[in-house]
């Protein structure tokens, strides 16, 4: 072979793509390019007596290698460079965690999550913020394996600034005691439920806000986990928000027993109860109104959130229509006649219910005895629910009620 037929490095590279079958792996063309400079360097051209046999025997091995063949490991024939495998990407995925197969729905706060079998799931009973206990405001997912989810609401006030307000209402500390402390403004992005809003992590403990419907959600995930954040990211991808739903009145969890009128109710404990003075004598008293100054008689619950709660009791006269009777002392001014009212029942007994403006008056009778149980407001949209909320817990105990000479003084 004359030296005008060795073939260039450029000539055996065309040669190689033209005979591969198939693609050649990443960076492999290259290696083959470096071998042949290296053997080119290593045997220099010469006028004469060079080996035709090593050129054909590299183009024969690369060949080999572009379609599918292996070189014997040691050969010598072609060195070439390591190419470690792709790693494969980290999963998005929590690590040992269940799948999320049970809906949760909220009874309180406006939204269900999905969540796993075989967990302890705990619903909130007050409103968020309202408790001693913090969780009381929260559905809390208890996993057992490391996490803890919790999640709550509470509706806006009008005219606010939304990150400044939640910074501020999260600082509270019977909202989010040891929380992230990061300003809304400058969280990291997050998408729940369609929803734009914002997220914080922090040693052991994730916290995201979105404003949906007027209401402020706050979702929390409290965890032992290097998967945490993949962990609260699967729970949040479940959640639907219903504002719609979300109730915005007081869980009514402290008994108050009169020891006056006979009952027994459950009220929220804020420094806003009232009990009776006088005994009530509806034919010489003044009937109840919204000034407060004819309320000695009636058993009362400020709650501080635009609603107050008022009851009493008095022996029903002999020989009377109780429904004349009461229509002529009782019946709130401008309120329908007591025999075209709604029914309701208070304590397994049947009454009636007057639904007027600003106010909701109920009477039932119950052993000879007359009970009249108001709701006086300030125009909320959910009255009629916060008070039937009040009346589930009434418990009527006529036998109990104080007699004319025993009143309270």
């Known amino acids: 072979m004359n030296e005008s037929s060795w073939l260039s490095d450029r000539e055996v590279t065309d040669m190689l793509r033209r005979r591969s079958a198939r693609p050649a792996p990443d960076g492999l063309a290259t ?110 997912v208890e996993t057992g394996l490391g996490a803890y989810f919790k999640g709550a609401s509470t509706a806006i006030p009008h005219g606010v600034s939304i990150d400044g307000w939640v910074d501020e209402y999260l600082a509270d500390g019977h909202v989010l005691p040891g929380g992230c402390g990061v300003p809304r403004s400058q969280q990291e992005e997050i998408t729940i439920d369609g929803q734009s809003g914002s997220i914080a992590e922090c040693p052991d403990q994730i916290e995201a806000t979105v404003v949906a419907g007027g209401r402020l959600y706050l979702f929390t995930l409290q965890a032992d986990r290097r998967d945490a954040r993949a962990v609260f990211d699967a729970f949040a991808a479940t959640i639907d928000l219903t504002p719609d739903t979300a109730v915005d009145y ?55 959130l635009g609603a107050y709660f008022k ?41 009636r219910i007057a639904e007027c403006p600003n106010e909701i008056a109920a009477t039932v009778v119950a052993s000879g005895r007359l009970y009249l149980f108001m ?9 009629r629910e916060f008070f039937d909320t009040w009346v589930a817990t009434i418990h009527l105990t006529p036998q109990d009620a104080a007699a004319p000479s025993s009143a309270a003084s």
């Not at 051209?45 to 060949?63: E, F, H, I, N, Q």
């Not at 809906?103 to 009973?125: C, E, K, L, Q, W």
């Not at 309120?335 to 075209?340: G, H, K, V």
Request: glycine content about 10%.
């Open 31 to 140: 290696a083959i390019l470096e071998s042949l400079a290296s053997e080119r360097a290593r045997h220099p051209v010469r006028a004469r007596g060079r080996s035709a046999k090593r050129p054909l025997m590299l183009l024969a091995a690369a060949t080999l290698l572009l379609g599918g063949g292996a070189l014997a490991a040691g050969s010598g024939a072609l060195r070439l460079p390591s190419i470690p495998p792709p790693e494969p990407a980290p999963s998005l995925s929590p690590v040992d965690f269940p799948n999320l197969t049970t809906t949760f729905v909220s009874p309180r706060n406006g939204f269900s999550i999905m969540r796993p079998d075989r967990v302890a799931v705990t619903p909130a009973v007050q409103l968020l913020g309202f408790s001693t206990q913090v969780d009381d405001g929260f559905d809390g």
């Open 375 to 383: 709701l006086l407001h300030d125009n909320r949209p959910d009255a």
């Open 250 to 304: 007081p869980g009514l969890t402290t008994t108050f027993v009169s020891p006056t009128n006979g009952f027994s109710f459950g009220y929220i404990d804020r420094g806003g109860l009232e009990p009776a003075r006088v005994l009530w004598d509806p034919v010489t008293q003044p009937r109840p109104d919204f000034s407060g100054v004819h309320d000695g008689p009636f058993d009362g619950v400020e709650t501080g």
């Open 311 to 351: 009851a009493a009791s008095v022996a029903i006269p002999d020989g009377v229509s109780i429904d004349a009777w009461v229509d002529e002392y009782v019946t709130p001014i401008g309120c329908a006649p007591r025999s075209q009212q709604a029914e309701i029942t208070i304590d397994g007994h049947s009454g």
